[in-house]
């Protein structure tokens, strides 16, 4: 069975042609793929034509499982269903700039990130390029609105999933397909070093997002595992590397957490190693800080507004970029991770249930 989806135009085309089909058959097709319409409701198609597509490409596109709508703002939460009945997490959210959709890359995730709910229970498996995708054409097809941002920083690393990844970006931003400008892509990477290097020579101009969330390799990595292969200073080369090579800016996330790493030295420090990193190059850098969010199995903690917006002053103050993230359905959970584990769980107790009875 062929994945069709993690395909572009011409190749769906040379598949049409193997089967005795002209070309403008397969861009009716695609044009269908694109709007998340089932083969069966593909209406310009010749049913026998229909049919034996049927016996040939596989749908891997996800379904809608659960679905939560903040009263706050209207961010919309997606749990979707796999083929392999995995789920994955997106989230929607609206800005005056267009809509936004944060996808997820992986089904789990192995990074192991101390604060971070969707690397609770690790990886299962990589997401395929159409599954990718496939989130976008979803959400579009369920919100009646067209998507126009795409943030990879749901479930997953991106870059444990380079190759797959790769092919999506260059499917998502095809004129024949979904053609979302690669300036409105984000990609956020925790730090696997080698694959900053590959992505730069990529050449895709899409945002790179780092996430740093500590000025010290010993603060680092005690919250994030892979600091420990890779550490801050090979991380911060492997960024100018990128900037020199790409000519586009760097974003850098910093997750506050209470007591870890939220002080106003916190603040300095990092600020001071981002502008010792970066001297002489001219990078237009950017600190986007982020109020942890407060997930039971990892006990950490948010500190307070006020102590968010005054580590931004310091940073600005210092001459760096640095805004607080403003919180999109916070009435929903709308951080990554926790719609998904409430799944699990809830599977594995009627599975319980099951067995018991």
């Not at 083929?83 to 192995?110: Q, W």
């Not at 190759?163 to 984000?186: A, K, Q």
């Not at 974003?251 to 030295?265: C, H, V």
């Not at 940073?315 to 409430?342: F, I």
Request: charged share 25%; net charge neutral; proline share 3%.
């Amino acid at each position: 069975m062929i994945d069709t989806l993690s395909m572009n135009t011409a190749q769906v085309k040379e598949l049409f042609a193997s089967l005795g089909e002209p070309a403008f058959r397969a861009t009716q097709y695609v044009g269908w793929q694109l709007k998340g319409v089932p083969l069966s409701e593909m209406t310009n198609l010749p049913k026998s034509l229909r049919e034996r597509l049927a016996t040939v490409v596989t749908d891997t596109l996800p379904r809608v499982e659960r679905k939560l709508v903040s009263s706050i703002d209207g961010t919309v939460k997606y749990l979707f269903r796999l083929y392999d009945a995995e789920v994955i997490e997106s989230v929607f959210m609206r800005y005056k700039h267009g809509n936004t959709l944060c996808i997820s890359c992986e089904v789990g995730c192995p990074m192991g990130c101390r604060f971070c709910a969707s690397t609770l229970g690790g990886k299962v498996r990589d997401l395929l390029p159409s599954e990718m995708l496939g989130q976008i054409i979803a959400a579009e097809r369920d919100s009646g609105e067209r998507i126009s941002n795409v943030v990879m920083m749901g479930i997953g690393e991106p870059l444990d999933n380079f190759d797959n990844v790769c092919t999506f970006l260059r499917l998502v931003g095809d004129p024949e397909g979904l053609n979302i400008g690669y300036r409105h892509i984000s990609l956020s990477t925790c730090g696997v070093v080698p694959r900053i290097y590959d992505l730069a020579k990529e050449a895709f101009p899409i945002t790179l997002s780092i996430s740093l969330h500590a000025s010290d390799d010993e603060a680092r990595s005690s919250i994030m595992p892979v600091n420990r292969k890779w550490n801050i200073q090979a991380l911060l080369d492997a960024c100018v590397f990128y900037y020199k090579t790409t000519g586009r800016r760097i974003s850098f996330e910093y997750t506050l957490i209470a007591g870890k790493n939220d002080t106003e030295a916190d603040a300095r420090a990092l600020g001071r190693l981002l502008k010792d990193a970066f001297r002489d190059t001219g990078a237009p850098l950017h600190v986007n800080l982020i109020r942890v969010n407060e997930v039971v199995e990892t006990g950490m903690r948010q500190g307070t507004v006020e102590g968010a917006n005054r580590f931004a002053d310091i940073l600005c103050h210092m001459g760096l970029s640095a805004t607080v993230r403003r919180r999109l359905g916070s009435d929903v959970n709308a951080a990554c991770g926790q719609l998904r584990r409430s799944e699990i769980r809830e599977r594995s107790q009627a599975k319980e249930k099951v067995e018991h009875e």
